[in-house]
Structure formats: structure tokens, C-alpha cells
């Protein structure tokens, strides 16, 4: 059974029995990986996060660096290549020596990298919400677990505001985070009264682009009198036709309301999202959140995606929630670096042990003592005409992640599940 909690003690009795740390070498800069998709179905999505990588690492290094020392990134492209994911890791940690690597994006990817990260005891900052039902002495989650995202979502379409829908599409792309994330919902659902005959469970393969007679049954679907909604964990470029493909049908949100998991300002780029008006996106970022720290992110990134030449963001730059998990993870593991006193992994782990960081998400992000994800707000989104997102709920501060599934059954006939600190 998989150990569920790390605790610091738990972590220094590794470090005493001799846990293969990382060599402290004595070259001028710190080596950080960047591992994400420049090529492929997932370019669409993740060749942002790397951009994002390079920013924070400037910024970073324009304050003195780490320990002293500047920040070196080595950026390598696995091309939506499952596989080569593992073997691009193996390089960055064994030939190109990083002390960390940010990355990765589909589930699938980390699970193709786990066993690599773990068996060379390497640190991966995972910044993309995920099915849960995983925890990692190597891995730090700073995307959203099921209850930070998948479980108040449906709570939402359930209600009042979010409509009461009654009846469920769970519509997917064909891998890991979309099958165990529908299993979740599936068992969540049941718990609140919904029969099997009210839920519909499709999958499409990455990269598939014909959505039309998958709209259709949707159609008939929602057809037989209870309101319908769609939950969509649809990942990478399949996103554009399904969309387009919405649009065309003449589905709406006021006649079946679809909410998005992996749909973000980024997705909606090549999109008419006219016809899309008030969908919903389930994030725990939104570009258009007002408040300070936002504004100076928002600045930054139009600064250098302008100074850079980034394509597509140098005339519209945009942010997201990937953007905002990836910017927070590297600051975190720089102030755990400074605090450990070197990059050992050991040692960088037990200083990431409640780490904050002032999140342009608009609250502190906390990296939870015991399971290695960050505590975060939860916000609901429904789509705009100019692709933007107008925020329509949120949590009252952070939520807990539970990134466990026995959380539903824990909190079963409970109201308002997301726990808030």
C-alpha cells in the first residue's frame, strides 16, 4: 500500500540510511531542467510552461541567483512522447547533472517519469492539476488534487447557481488523469443520488479532431428532460475542434453547460469564443483575478514575451493556471534551496515543509508539511467573448488538498467538502 504521508523525521532517517543525494558540485551555476512538450499534441499547452520556466529563472538570477550562485536552465523537448519523457529525464539528471526538474503536463508524462525521479532520488515540480491517488517523496504537486478542482466543480453544476444539472457527460481525453478523474466523479455522483443511467462516459484519443457525432449523442443525451451538463477533461490541441465543433452544433451554456479541467485562457486562443459564452473553466488561477500581485504578473510576462518575441504572446500575451503553478513552484523550491543551505534533495524537501508564496492567484500558496501538494483557492470561470474568464465562484481562502479518493467517502452527506484553512 502506498505510504500516504512524508514527514520530516520520515525524511531524515532516509537521508541517515544513506538516500542517494545529488553531488554537490562546485561548477558556477545551479543547472535546473525544464521538461515540456515544444512539439506534438501538447505543444499547445506546455510549450508556454516553458517559456514561463525561463522567466522565473531570469527573474531569479537578476536578484543574485541561488546561494550565490545563477540559475542555468537546460531545456529539453520530449515532443508529447511518453517515453521519451523517461529518457529526456534520465539525461537532465544523469548527463546534465540539474538539481531539479520543472515539468510535464499529462499524467501520463509523470507517470512515464516517477519511477526515474524516484530511483535517482531527483526532484520533479509538477505544476498541472492531476486525478490524485499518487504521492511521491520526489514529486511537489503545485497543480490542483480532485478536491481542488474536479469535486467543486460538479458540486457547482449541481446547485442552484451552477444550474442543478441531474444528469453527467464525463468527456475525455484516453489516458490515465481523465479515467481515474471520471472513477472519482463517477463514485461522487453516486454518492449524491445520481444513477448510472444519468451519466455518459466517452473518450476520444490525443490528437482526435472529429467531434461531431460525439456532439450529437450529447445531444440526445440531454434530451430526455434533466438538465445536462458536460464535465470536459479533453487534453492538448483536441480541444480547438471540440469547441468548434460545440459552437457549430449551436450547444450552448445555457442548454448544456460544459465545465473544462485542462481549458484556459492558453486553449482559447485559436478559438471563436463567442459561440462560448458562459462555459465553464475550473482553475485555480484566472488571468482576469484583480489584485496586485495579478497585475505585476500579468506585466511581467507582457514584458518578456515582448523582449523574448514569443510567438502568439508578443502581441496578445496571456496567462493561466499551469503558468501561475509553474512561476510558484520554482520560487518555492529557490527560497527551500536558500533555506537548506544546498540542493540536496533530502535536505531541499525537508525545507519545502511549508513554504509560502504570495500567489498572483490572489492568496498565499502554502506547500502542505505532510503530502507534498500546495494549498490553494479554488475558482469557477465562465467563458467571455474576448476569451477571457468571469469568475462566478471561489472558495473563501485556500483549500486543503486531499489528494486521496477516499476523501468522497470520508465526506459523504457532507455539504461544502472543500476544506478551507
Not at 519545502?352 to 502542505?368: E, I, L, R, V
Amino acid at each position: 500500500m502506498m505510504q500516504r504521508r512524508f514527514t520530516l523525521k520520515a525524511l531524515s532517517v532516509a537521508a541517515a540510511l544513506g538516500a542517494f543525494g545529488l553531488p554537490a558540485h562546485a561548477q558556477s551555476t545551479i543547472k535546473v531542467g525544464v521538461l515540456h512538450s515544444l512539439s506534438g499534441t501538447m505543444a499547445i499547452s506546455e510549450t508556454v510552461l516553458k517559456d514561463v520556466a525561463l522567466m522565473a529563472i531570469d527573474e531569479i538570477n537578476a536578484k543574485g541567483g541561488v546561494l550565490g550562485k545563477k540559475l542555468e536552465p537546460v531545456v529539453v523537448d520530449p515532443a508529447s512522447n511518453w517515453p521519451l519523457f523517461a529518457e529526456k529525464a534520465k539525461q537532465l539528471i544523469d548527463q546534465d547533472k540539474v538539481s531539479v526538474v520543472f515539468g510535464c503536463w499529462t499524467s501520463v508524462s509523470r507517470k512515464s517519469v516517477l519511477p526515474v525521479f524516484e530511483e535517482k532520488n531527483s526532484l520533479l515540480f509538477y505544476p498541472v492539476q492531476y486525478e490524485g491517488e499518487e504521492l511521491s517523496k520526489n514529486v511537489f504537486y503545485t497543480g490542483a488534487a480532485p478536491n481542488q478542482q474536479a469535486i467543486p466543480a460538479v458540486e457547482y453544476l449541481m446547485s442552484k447557481d451552477g444550474g442543478s444539472a441531474k444528469r453527467f457527460v464525463l468527456l475525455g481525453t484516453d489516458y490515465v488523469y481523465p479515467r481515474t478523474t471520471n472513477k472519482i466523479l463517477r463514485a461522487f455522483l453516486k454518492s449524491k443520488g445520481v444513477a448510472d443511467a444519468d451519466i455518459m462516459e466517452e473518450y476520444t484519443p490525443f490528437g482526435h479532431s472529429d467531434y461531431q457525432t460525439i456532439i450529437a449523442n450529447i445531444k440526445k443525451f440531454a434530451a430526455a428532460g434533466k438538465k445536462t451538463a458536460v464535465v470536459s477533461t479533453i487534453n492538448g490541441d483536441s480541444n480547438v475542434p471540440f469547441y468548434k465543433e460545440l459552437g457549430n452544433a449551436g450547444l450552448s451554456a445555457k442548454d448544456v453547460p460544459v465545465v473544462a479541467f485542462s481549458v484556459g485562457e492558453e486553449e482559447l486562443r485559436g478559438v471563436d469564443t463567442k459561440p462560448l459564452v458562459g462555459h465553464l473553466a475550473a482553475w485555480n488561477y484566472f488571468m482576469s483575478i484583480k489584485n496586485p500581485t495579478n497585475a505585476a504578473f500579468i506585466k511581467q510576462w507582457s514584458d518578456y514575451a515582448k523582449a523574448k518575441n514569443i510567438p502568439g504572446h508578443k502581441d496578445k500575451p496571456l496567462t493561466n493556471d499551469p503558468m501561475e503553478a509553474t512561476y510558484i513552484g520554482i520560487h518555492m523550491w529557490a527560497q527551500a534551496v536558500e533555506k537548506a543551505k544546498s540542493t540536496d534533495t533530502d535536505k531541499v524537501i525537508a525545507a519545502m515543509a511549508g513554504q509560502t508564496f504570495k500567489a498572483p492567484g490572489g492568496f498565499t500558496s502554502t506547500m502542505d508539511k505532510e503530502n507534498h501538494h500546495l494549498h490553494k483557492p479554488v475558482f469557477i470561470g465562465e467563458i467571455k467573448a474576448d476569451g477571457q474568464f468571469n469568475v462566478v465562484w471561489k472558495t473563501p481562502g485556500p483549500v486543503v488538498a486531499d489528494p486521496w479518493s477516499d476523501y468522497i467517502a470520508e465526506n459523504k452527506g457532507k455539504k461544502n467538502v472543500p476544506m478551507v484553512k
